[in-house]
């Protein structure tokens, strides 16, 4: 099959890879019919993400149809349109069991934080992912749902993370009824998590980046006012200013460890990698709210940002909440939303790119060329 192959930072390509074999009763193989480039998989692409083996194959927003099944898959049969959280979970374990599919303790032998996800690297289990014709599903009872007859495709493939993720990040957020909302990063997640603030009761939606056509983006898909930081000499005076000088009752990091805006952050973060990435967003985050106040994390980092503002977080008073999203405990009441018309993931698409040419799409991605937001990958074999 063809599948999109890392070959070192900046440097990925299409080659010829054998076919996905059922390994165990629980798998599944599923025919990709549409993936998606995540922020997440640039942190890859950009060789910023520990243990990312050459020839690995990225993607974890995915959907298709499936092939076959292993003899233990009892909710699924060959031909089945399924779409695929991002997470990889068994279902059973102490976790899974509370919920916290994205931690899930049996599918990751480095299962001290985070548990499986598809493409991403042998730090969340050495999964190959969905950008390829064919992937391999593990615990296929667990995690793919039958996409709903009326749904559209590029909304079921953003509902399987970014859709889920920017709503995830609105909720840990807990937004109460008209409470002042900032959402750093104007990428899907965080257009998504403006977007779904209004919907649990925001009085104030607020975006803040500092590329003009994803802020326009903001306006148009959210309905928020947007800050441009590029414009200010220092965002947080600004937000404040806003805000009748108390700061946001929430803030959303939607952004992660390649932040922009601290020139020395950036270099010892995202270049010299002498910490887990630049936490100038989160830092942003922490200075912009009111004391009190909720942030929720949702942008990655590595393992240990050793510039975070964690004091005054502290002296604050501040509930700081995060996690990888537990996709398909979203899916319910998203599914509702898009149904209902309150949310149109599809909206973010800007490229549709076929496998073969998915090298630059990444391109396009990373270096936000073209008003880039959110390109899908179209395989082949589809
Ligand atoms: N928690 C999860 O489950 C989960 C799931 C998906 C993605 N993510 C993470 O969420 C983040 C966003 O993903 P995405 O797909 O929207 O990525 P993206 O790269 O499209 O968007 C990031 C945006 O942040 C902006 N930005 C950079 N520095 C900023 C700053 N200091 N302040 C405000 N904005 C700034 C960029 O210009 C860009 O528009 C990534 O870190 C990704 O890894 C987490
Ligand atoms: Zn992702
Ligand atoms: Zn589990």
């Not at 952004?255 to 942003?284: M, R, T, Y």
């Given at each position: ?374 390109p899908l990958i179209v395989p082949t074999a589809a």
């Open positions: 099959m063809r599948a999109m192959v890392y070959r070192g930072p900046y440097r990925i390509r299409v080659e010829d890879k054998d076919l996905p074999r059922i390994e165990h009763p629980n798998d599944a193989i599923v025919r990709v019919t549409l993936a998606a480039i995540c922020g997440s998989d640039l942190h890859l692409y950009h060789g910023l993400m520990p243990d990312t083996r050459v020839g690995t194959t990225f993607g974890h927003e995915f959907i298709g149809v499936v092939e076959s099944v292993g003899s233990s898959v009892r909710s699924l049969k060959p031909g089945d349109r399924v779409m695929v959280p991002f997470n990889i979970s068994c279902g059973s374990c102490f976790y899974c069991a509370r919920g916290m599919l994205a931690n899930c303790h049996n599918v990751n032998p480095n299962a001290t934080a985070v548990g499986g996800i598809y493409g991403y690297s042998h730090t969340t289990g050495g999964y190959d992912g969905g950008q390829a014709e064919y992937v391999r599903v593990p615990f296929a009872d667990v995690g793919p749902t039958l996409v709903p007859d009326w749904m559209h495709d590029e909304d079921a493939v953003l509902l399987t993370d970014a859709t889920a993720t920017g709503y995830f990040g609105a909720q840990l957020g807990d937004v109460r009824e008209g409470d002042v909302v900032v959402v750093f990063g104007a990428g899907p997640v965080g257009l998504v998590a403006a977007r779904s603030a209004w919907l649990l009761g925001a009085g104030r939606v607020i975006v803040v980046d500092h590329l003009d056509y994803r802020l326009e983006k903001a306006r148009e898909f959210a309905q928020a006012e947007t800050v441009n930081f590029a414009e200010h000499d220092d965002v947080v005076v600004h937000l404040k200013r806003i805000t009748d000088h108390l700061g946001a009752d929430v803030a959303i990091d939607c952004v992660g460890a390649e932040a922009d805006g601290s020139f020395l952050q950036h270099v010892a973060g995202a270049k010299l990698k002498l910490q887990g990435g630049s936490p100038i967003a989160l830092n942003w985050a922490i200075d912009a709210v009111r004391k009190g106040a909720t942030i929720s994390v949702m942008g990655a980092y590595g393992p240990v940002p050793n510039a975070v503002k964690f004091g005054d977080a502290m002296n604050k008073g501040l509930t700081l909440r995060m996690n990888q999203c537990p996709v398909k405990r979203q899916w319910p009441r998203l599914f509702e939303h898009v149904r209902n018309g309150h949310l149109r993931p599809r909206d973010l698409v800007t490229h549709r790119i076929p496998l073969e040419d998915v090298a630059e799409g990444y391109h396009l991605f990373s270096s936000k060329l073209d008003g880039c937001i959110k």
